[in-house]
């Protein structure tokens, strides 16, 4: 039986830090370990001390570890923010 290989190579979460985030994350890098795809997080909104170390606990618990996180802060209009990042990091996903 032949395996074929998996279409998705990079999947983008954007995410906001609502109460769902650690759940949104396990399912997120579930899926990513599935496909064995690298995982873009990007957060469209500003980067402070208090929300690097709330992504950082969260991301401490999550089960899949070894997928391969890249992590992107940025401004502006949420939807055209990440259309822009889907172009620029080649999303599948």
């Known amino acids: 039986m032949t395996t074929l290989p998996h279409p998705f190579k990079k999947v983008l979460f954007g995410f906001a830090f609502s109460p769902s985030l650690q759940l949104n994350l396990h399912e997120v890098t579930r899926l990513a370990h599935y496909f ?6 990007l957060h469209v ?6 929300k690097k170390h ?3 606990s969260h991301l ?4 899949f570890k070894e997928v391969p996180i890249s992590i ?11 259309l822009e990042a889907c172009t620029r990091f080649q999303i599948d996903l």
Do not use: F, M, R, Y
Request: hydrophobic content about 35%; cysteine-free.
């Open 36 to 41: 064995n795809a690298e995982l873009v997080l």
């Open 45 to 50: 909104g500003e980067k402070t001390d208090e």
């Open 54 to 56: 709330s992504l950082k």
């Open 60 to 63: 401490e618990q999550i089960e």
């Open 72 to 82: 992107h802060w940025e401004l502006g209009k949420p939807e055209a923010v990440i």
